[in-house]
């Protein structure tokens, strides 16, 4: 077997036990909804990966979603 089809069969088994990990712990736990404000981050989060090949705009899409996230989350802590 050549080491390149091992790494992916080991890889292959890892993320499988990692799949049944979250799949039997999600189980116990209550369901959070993402909020809006989180789901916009997460967007600008994505977009700034997405357009990475420009730093300025990936870095500036980055940067505003992970605002929004901190600013989501202080919401968040403040309604507790």
């Known amino acids: 077997m050549i080491i390149s089809q091992f790494y992916i ?3 292959i088994v890892i993320l499988a036990i990692i799949a049944l990990l ?4 999600k189980k116990n736990k ?3 909804k993402l909020t809006p ?3 916009l981050a997460f967007g600008f989060v994505l977009a ?3 357009f990475g090949d420009d730093r300025l ?3 500036s899409l980055m940067g505003f ?3 929004l996230a901190v600013i989501d989350i202080i919401k968040k802590s403040k309604e507790k």
């Open 9 to 11: 069969i080991t890889s």
């Open 37 to 39: 404000l989180a789901g």
């Open 65 to 67: 979603g992970i605002i």
């Open 48 to 50: 700034g990966i997405i």
């Open 57 to 59: 705009i990936g870095y």
């Open 30 to 32: 209550k369901e959070r």
């Open 22 to 25: 979250v799949f039997f712990v």
